[in-house]
């Protein structure tokens, strides 16, 4: 997508290094981005700043030792700094956070963002943290390191397509009150980190983006401010005009482990917990759905046609994201340390649902990576609905869609050398759930296979067909809303290691979510990928 220079984010290339945490060394990359709307900016007097919000956290690339504490504030602020301490001991390190700005092209608002990153953290221990900056009262939070290796098990949690629990501007995104009750009940399983299967807040089809992205982190914040919310990029945070590929505001406001691009900066990237390598990737890259398009983008975006906004961007990495997944998959594969390979992501390979489809592109790409290299585990969202599939790999004999072979018919118990297991876990809150009359009887599964013409002002329409469907191992149509939790045992009995997973479900503004569904992920120990 073309865009004019004067738009383009400036990457600042500076790090500044700090002491603290008992002579640690902290450093702190800078994504910045230069401008005269931001330069403009009137940094308010010592009394009277506002207070510190949006408060969130991240893992490093080795979440045992690694944290990045990010939050935002509605004008600059003077000063902005992390305080830590081990529980108990008080917080007696302090760590200047970096700026990062940026300035939202639907309605010209600068948005300042602040940012620490702690490494050298102790493994498998709590501590706790402020933020704050000159002027305002701190906001706090705490945090739980990763164990070390195998050392000890562990709870995470996941769901998508998340939304705002009420309507923000006038009211055009996604909201339902699901949105809000579905934080507490993740909080209230206590798990170590949470993974976002992309279409976080919808601000790309808001009037209101600043403020929808601004609900989306208080609301989550109860949660996210005590634990890692670790998201990957949906085509709803494609948001055409910031940026060259409309992320510029996802990657603003995340701190997220590196990918040795700059440019692509948190579009894709993975980290380590204990024997666990979770792979985030943007199927953005590889989908032929049209997925990001926003009619009220494109009749109000200043300079939408002349700038040659386009939120179109399939293949807009030439290749850099599947050259990467394939080297982070490789190293996983081969490295004994890790005896789980997940990955998180947001468009889905396989769907019963005529709601969007499953998109024939991540089976063209990245599906033979996941099956060479041996991924455990997908879990993604963007249907609405909870489903899953038996172990797969490889392709049906004679399928020109490529579908996915079940490799297993148990579907309580699976053995995920025999191929990954993928899940669906879309109902985070968006208030267009995937209705019954979606679901084919018999089971068909549903394949985006192309899309019609189109261009930046007319969305592409989907081509759709119907494929056989013996990869799905269940679905639930009754509870739309939910997310599923992992219980993670590094010692299994027999040499083994197991993840048990659970769905939690809920009805339409029911904050009661209930257990719907449970199956055990099982393997040997450091054992062979098949």
């Not at 073309?2 to 945490?21: C, D, T």
């Not at 590889?286 to 009749?299: E, N, T």
């Not at 679905?475 to 769905?503: C, K």
Request: glycine share 10%; aromatic share 10%.
């Amino acid at each position: 997508m073309a865009e004019s220079p004067n738009e383009s984010p400036n990457r600042v290339a500076r790090r500044q290094v700090l002491r603290g945490l008992g002579g640690l060394a902290v450093a702190g990359p800078v994504l910045g981005r230069a401008g005269s709307a931001a330069a403009l900016v009137t940094t308010p007097d010592q009394a009277g700043a506002p207070a510190p919000e949006q408060l969130h956290l991240q893992f490093g690339a080795d979440a045992a030792h690694e944290m990045a504490v990010s939050w935002a504030a509605p004008q600059r602020v003077r000063r902005p700094v992390v305080r830590l301490g081990r529980r108990g001991h008080g917080l007696g390190s302090e760590i200047p956070a970096e700026e990062r700005v940026y300035t939202e092209a639907l309605t010209g608002e600068t948005v300042f963002t602040y940012h620490a990153v702690l490494p050298r953290l102790a493994a498998d221990t709590r501590y706790e943290y402020h933020v704050a900056h000159r002027g305002a009262e701190p906001l706090s939070g705490s945090f739980r390191t990763a164990p070390h290796g195998r050392s000890k098990g562990f709870r995470f949690t996941s769901f998508g397509d998340q939304a705002v629990p009420a309507k923000v501007g006038k009211g055009l995104g996604p909201a339902t009150p699901n949105a809000g009750y579905i934080v507490d009940a993740v909080e209230r399983l206590d798990p170590l980190f949470h993974l976002l299967n992309g279409d976080l807040c919808y601000a790309n089809v808001s009037d209101a983006p600043v403020q929808t992205w601004q609900s989306f982190f208080n609301n989550n914040q109860r949660s996210a401010r005590n634990r890692p919310w670790m998201p990957c990029a949906g085509n709803h945070e494609n948001e055409v005009g910031n940026g060259p590929e409309g992320y510029l505001s996802y990657q603003t406001r995340f701190t997220l482990p590196g990918n040795g691009s700059r440019e692509f900066a948190g579009n894709w990237y993975a980290f380590t917990v204990g024997p666990i390598r979770v792979i985030s990737i943007n199927n953005d890259d590889v989908c032929l759905q049209d997925g990001a398009f926003s009619a009220y983008r494109r009749d109000n975006v200043p300079g939408y046609k002349a700038k040659g906004y386009d939120p179109y961007i399939r293949g807009y990495s030439h290749g850099a994201q599947k050259a990467w997944l394939e080297r982070t998959l490789r190293a996983a594969s081969e490295d004994p340390a890790i005896d789980w390979i997940i990955v998180c992501m947001h468009q889905v390979a396989m769907s019963s649902a005529h709601f969007n489809g499953a998109d024939l592109g991540i089976r063209q790409e990245f599906l033979p990576l996941f099956d060479k290299y041996g991924v455990d585990l997908v879990v993604a969202g963007h249907e609405h609905h909870f489903e899953r599939t038996f172990p797969v790999k490889g392709v049906l004999p004679g399928s020109s869609l490529l579908t996915p072979a079940p490799q297993a018919d148990d579907a309580s118990v699976i053995d995920t050398t025999k191929g990954a297991v993928h899940m669906i876990i879309g109902g985070g809150g968006h208030s267009s759930a995937t209705p019954w009359s979606a679901f084919d009887s018999p089971h068909d599964g549903v394949v985006i296979y192309d899309v019609g013409p189109g261009d930046p002002t007319t969305q592409r329409a989907s081509k759709l067909t119907t494929e056989p469907a013996p990869w799905s191992a269940y679905r639930d149509l009754q509870r739309p809303y939910g997310f599923a939790s992992f219980d993670f045992e590094p010692h299994a009995p027999g040499g083994n290691t197991q993840i048990t997973v659970t769905h939690y479900g809920a009805d339409l503004g029911s904050a009661d979510y209930q257990e719907l569904d449970r199956f055990v992920l099982r393997k040997s120990r450091g054992g062979h990928r098949d």
